[in-house]
């Protein structure tokens, strides 16, 4: 193991090991159990769990009627966490979200008090369905909760339990009556997962399994306490610095300036350090997940696209050439290695 590695945690306990195969066959468990009601998409199940066990949140985007909805509410039963869905509206305000302060009666007394009634943010996941349909100032009620995992109202802060997650779905194509996401939310998603259509067979197995009588449910296959613990060893696991060279290079290359090279020239603004955080605890989750004590650079390149993309712009000349991000992004990968 690299210097870095060792020197700022230990990693080789038979605890540690056992913990790791757990998590390992845990993984396997939940994608079976998903996959009984989710036809293809296993890039999208790797990058959901990816999400789960870094403890983080995710961007889902897709068109309508590819099971978004569906894998999230799922995965909650799957990991027997309490699920709220909250359908994002123009009309929807903050305390729709958050919860707001009632005026309750005391049956026996008749005194009346102000009392706190929790919104449906307070769950262990929530979806956020459709997100830019709301305004920016209903968008910014999530801000607090995503990041520290707590809200504020009126000057009063309440914890969410824990594990918490958002996963926020978002229409590609339909734009009208929506509102963009500031950058300073789309930096608190740990990634953004693209959902494409799937392929004929999938779509042919979809047809079958879904119009029949039989109903198929997935039952839990983990539980809170299992997977906080699992959050706590993807922390610990040691990366050697070959890989930490590589997601520093990546992720600085991917702004404006000398570092990118060509691609430099391109970029409007790009990743602040939370992208290079969540690529390293990416990379740490993704090795355990396979079944691996050590992440690689591999597994840097694979997660470059989903965890930079949603935190860069290109300039208007660039877009004007017909450049993308991800155009941009694999130019960038091609330096690392």
């Known amino acids: ?152 109202i009126q000057g009063r802060t309440y914890n969410l339990e824990e594990p918490f997650y958002v996963f926020a779905t978002q229409n590609p194509i339909e734009l009208e009556g929506t509102y963009p996401l500031p950058e300073a939310q789309l930096d608190r998603f740990l990634m953004e997962i693209d959902v494409d259509y799937p392929d004929r067979d999938a779509e042919r197995r979809i047809l079958f399994e879904t119009t029949g009588a039989d109903e198929t449910l997935a039952k839990a296959a983990m539980n809170s306490d299992i997977l906080i613990t699992a959050q706590r060893l993807v922390r610990r696991l040691p990366v050697g610095d070959s890989v930490v060279e590589a997601i520093l290079s990546l992720v600085r290359s991917a702004r404006p300036g000398p570092e990118g090279g060509e691609a430099g020239k391109l970029i409007a603004w790009g990743p602040g350090p939370r992208a ?30 989903p965890i930079l993309k949603h935190r860069m712009a290109l300039t208007f000349s660039a877009r004007a050439e017909g450049r993308t991000i991800p155009d941009v992004i694999r130019q960038l990968k091609t330096r690392i290695g």
């Open 1 to 152: 193991m690299d210097s870095l590695g060792t020197r700022t945690v230990e990693f080789d306990s038979a605890d540690d090991i056992a913990l790791a195969d757990k998590m390992n066959a845990g993984r396997r468990e939940i994608v079976s159990e998903l996959k009984k009601l989710i036809v293809g998409q296993d890039d999208v199940i790797a990058q959901v769990l990816l999400t789960l066990f870094v403890g983080g949140n995710s961007l889902i985007v897709g068109v309508p009627g590819l099971a978004k909805t569906l894998l999230i509410a799922t995965l909650a039963k799957v990991v027997d966490l309490k699920f709220t869905r909250i359908q994002f509206t123009p009309d929807l305000m903050p305390s729709d979200i958050t919860g707001t302060d009632l005026i309750q009666e005391d049956p026996a007394t008749g005194r009346r008090s102000m009392v706190f009634a929790p919104g449906p943010i307070f769950a262990n996941i929530v979806l956020a369905d459709e997100i830019n349909r709301t305004p920016p100032k209903t968008q910014s009620a999530l801000l607090e909760a995503m990041q520290e995992h707590r809200v504020t």
């Open 276 to 305: 290079s955080q969540s690529l390293m605890l990416a990379v740490r989750a993704r090795a355990l997940l396979d079944g691996r004590l050590a992440p690689s650079i591999d597994d840097v390149l694979d997660l470059a696209e």
